[in-house]
């Protein structure tokens, strides 16, 4: 039995004009009902691609590209400001940050992934962190905090929109500024937000249920990069 939600493919051609997608000649509108108009045209024809590769029936979760920009034209376009500042919130408490006292083999692997972004981060902005053992709060400088969210809210919608997923899934926002900035590819920016998982999982193995929900933010985090690139 179908889903009452589901919606059935109801066109046959896909076309882009002036960065915008078109549905047998109709523009796409946001869930908003605002039309689908993206800033870049590779993003365009991406988000076309989707459109074109759709089935019987419309499954969001395969078009994650649209997704991201009806989120960037809906969502943050509306509220910009308040949406960059949770992200920019993550300056506080980033995950590269707090480190583990021991094993060593632990602490080294955290200091080889982690210790490079943020002497990227302190060259680049010109910034003092303040690193911790343990999950207490260790407050950062204020102003390395400001810097951050400087850097942040001086993002468009569709960078905010892109960025979001890689600061969410990593718990990092230097990595993932680092990333937007082309510091560090999107493969090692992954290997340095699981260093933790990655350990745990060589000391007591891996739970299916686990690995399942990694490969879905996975996916989301890809998403976020090609989103990125396109712009």
Do not use: C
């Not at 493919?9 to 908003?32: H, M, N, Y």
């Not at 910034?127 to 204020?142: D, L």
């Not at 993002?155 to 718990?171: H, K």
């Amino acid at each position: 039995m179908e889903d009452a939600d589901t919606v059935k493919r109801f066109w046959k051609d896909v076309t882009v004009q002036a960065g915008e997608v078109s549905l047998d000649g109709k523009p796409v509108r946001t869930p908003g009902r605002v039309p689908l108009k993206l800033p870049t045209p590779q993003l365009a024809e991406a988000v076309a691609a989707e459109w074109r590769a759709v089935g019987e029936n419309i499954d969001p979760r395969a078009m994650p590209l649209t997704g991201l920009a009806n989120a960037a034209i809906d969502r943050i376009s509306t509220a910009r400001e308040s949406f960059a500042e949770g992200l920019a919130a993550y300056g506080e408490s980033d995950l590269l940050y707090y480190r583990a006292g021991e094993p060593a083999p632990l602490v080294e692997r955290q200091a080889a992934a982690w210790d490079p972004l943020l002497d990227w981060a302190r060259g680049r902005y010109d910034v003092h962190f303040e690193t911790a053992t343990g999950v207490m709060h260790r407050a950062q400088p204020e102003a390395t905090v400001a810097r951050l969210r400087e850097a942040v809210l001086a993002l468009d919608p569709f960078r905010l929109a892109g960025l979001a997923p890689l600061v969410t899934i990593s718990g990092s926002l230097v990595a993932a500024l680092a990333l937007l900035e082309g510091a560090i590819e999107a493969d090692a920016m992954w290997r340095a937000a699981r260093v933790d998982e990655d350990w745990q999982a060589e000391q007591w193995g891996e739970d299916a249920l686990a690995v399942e929900a990694e490969e879905a933010r996975r996916r989301d985090f890809d998403a976020g990069v090609k989103f990125l690139t396109l712009l």
